[in-house]
């Protein structure tokens, strides 16, 4: 009789219904007017819109890691600490154990501090443009989001930011360096100089840190309330794993372990970051290559009419003087190439962003840009 109920009273619930994709359940309503996080796939011979690595992983991990699986308890859950993996990334950089937080991907990581510092009657500061995921998931929290503003070159006048968090006093203060979509690497001052000025976290996103000269790993201590967040998706050639973690004071990896679910890293991806750690000198060697790489691709872009913004980073961004950003962005994918539409972004009016890839992936890139450009007369 019960299950007649319920089915009778939800075909009501349906009757009024002008399609399936109109909700039966209302979201809440802080999240109504937010959109998710979305890059176009399009099916195209030349991907660069998403800053992967280029290169796959070295053969010898890939060995190393179908061995490693074939002796996983897949019964058991995996180790809720991840300890073995976490030790390895504190022995690489230096730092304890217990500075180490991992999870899925550099998101969940970034997801696992505003859930721990952020939320209802909280205010997280960004400057943008930035990573949009930044005040996305702080939204996400319910926390407000005060969204500071950089020069129209992208910097950061560090005293009008020192200003802003002076007034709304953040829980949670980010910077990004390199910034993403940017490319611009932070000054080390700005960092130091928010740090003493502000109220809450300072989380500096380092997802493109091995490519940039400098980092603020350096300034993390058990006495500085910083979170330097990494990734394993870029340099390591490992985005498929969706794997990332922070280094930060002990107190906060803590209270990170108390919020985030339980058994959340899976054996396959705990092991697969642990033997990546073994190959830091071929990574390094791919860094060199795509840093090589990204500075050719800026000095050819500054041969072009496009004005060319100063990366740290995997990926360069660019802004056609002459015709309109999605238009080139347009034009790319009719030649086989896709990049990243930013052109439509708030504040980052017609640019476009190109992750650098092989040599004959770029090639391919600067010939079918030249030849975009080319159909407006300079
Ligand atoms: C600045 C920044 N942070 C974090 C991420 C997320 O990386 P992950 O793949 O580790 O979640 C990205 C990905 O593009 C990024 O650009």
Not at 159 to 186: H, I, K, Y
Not at 277 to 288: F, N, S, T
Not at 331 to 351: F, Q, Y
Request: glycine share 6%.
């Amino acid at each position: 009789m019960d299950s007649v109920a319920n089915v009778s009273e939800r075909s009501e619930r349906t009757a009024g219904r002008a399609s399936a994709s109109e909700p039966m359940v209302p979201v809440r309503d802080d999240l109504q007017a937010l959109r998710g996080y979305h890059s176009a796939q399009v099916d195209v011979e030349v991907r660069l819109n998403t800053n992967e690595s280029p290169y796959p992983p070295p053969a010898r991990w890939e060995d190393e890691l179908a061995a490693a699986l074939a002796a996983i308890d897949w019964r058991r859950y995996p180790d809720r600490a991840a300890t073995a993996l976490r030790s390895a990334i504190a022995e690489w950089h230096g730092v304890a154990t217990a500075n180490v937080f991992a999870a899925n991907g550099s998101n969940e990581v970034l997801q696992t501090l505003l859930l721990t510092y952020a939320g209802p009657g909280r205010t997280v500061v960004t400057f943008e443009p930035t990573y949009q995921l930044h005040s996305h998931i702080a939204r996400l929290t319910g926390a407000a989001v005060v969204e500071g503003e950089r020069r129209a070159d992208f910097t950061l006048d560090v005293d009008v930011a020192e200003r802003l968090v002076a007034e709304a006093r953040p829980a949670v203060t980010f910077l990004c360096s390199p910034n993403n979509p940017t490319g611009l690497v932070e000054d080390p001052s700005t960092v130091r100089q928010l740090l003493s000025a502000a109220t809450g976290l300072v989380v500096v996103d380092e997802a493109y840190a091995q490519f940039a000269d400098w980092s603020a790993l350096d300034l993390v201590s058990d006495d500085v309330p910083l979170a330097v967040v990494r990734t394993f998706s870029k340099t390591w050639s490992m985005a498929a794993a969706r794997l990332g973690y922070l280094i930060g004071p002990t107190w906060l990896v803590e209270a990170l372990q108390e919020v985030v679910l339980p058994y959340h890293l899976d054996a396959v991806k705990q092991v697969a970051g642990r033997l990546a750690l073994d190959y830091v000198d071929e990574m390094d060697a791919r860094v060199k290559l795509v840093v090589a790489e990204r500075e050719r691709v800026s000095e050819e872009l500054g041969r072009m009419p496009v004005d060319v913004f100063p990366s740290g980073a995997n990926f360069v961004l660019f802004r056609p003087r002459h015709l309109p950003g999605h238009d080139v962005w347009q034009g790319l994918v009719d030649r086989g190439v896709l990049v990243r539409d930013c052109s439509r972004w708030s504040r980052l009016d017609g640019c476009l962003r190109v992750t650098v890839g092989t040599p004959e992936e770029d090639d391919r890139f600067l010939g079918a840009l030249r030849d975009v450009l080319d159909t407006v007369p300079a």
